[in-house]
Each structure stands twice: as C-alpha cells, then as structure tokens.
C-alpha cells in the first residue's frame, strides 16, 4: 500500500509516517518510480508507535523497543541467576 493508504487506515499524517521512517522506526519498500510501499503489517506498526509516543517515550527509546514486540512473548534470559530475579 502506498503512503496515503497507510495514513488513512492509522490516522497518521502522511508528513509523520515520513519522520517515522527517517527515525527508523519503519522501513518502507520503495517501488520503480520511487514511491513507498508498506506491508499490510506497518499498519499495527504505526499503532503501536503512536501509542508509545502517547504513553510519553521518545523516538529512540520506541526504536529499540519495536523489535520486542514482533517476539513471542516468552522472554528467556539464560544468564538469571537469583540475585538478579530478587531485586
């Protein structure tokens, strides 16, 4: 889907999807004429993101927390040992 389609299904201005982009927070394909192309998926992308940025987060801090959510949600830390679990 193109920009526009993006920015209607979110409610997103097509103006922020681009600095979302330039922050890294999505990555659009582009196609032969230049145009970007997003996954049905950036959609729950862009709502998640507008979410963080409601609860207060900056960009950079959404940036490194986006890759958690596409995981399972079973964390593993191999390296817990009781003291860390206790505090």
Do not use: W
Request: hydrophobic share 35%; with cysteine.
């Amino acid at each position: 889907m193109r920009i526009g389609e993006l920015s209607e299904l979110t409610g997103t201005p097509r103006r922020l999807l681009r600095y979302y982009e330039e922050q890294g927070l999505i990555a659009a394909d582009r196609c032969p004429n230049g145009y970007r192309d997003y996954d049905e998926r950036f959609v729950d992308r862009v709502l998640q993101i507008r979410g963080l940025l409601d609860a207060g987060l900056p960009t950079r801090i959404i940036k490194q927390i986006l890759p958690c959510l596409d995981k399972p949600r079973i964390i593993h830390f191999s390296d817990a040992t009781p003291e860390m679990i206790a505090t």
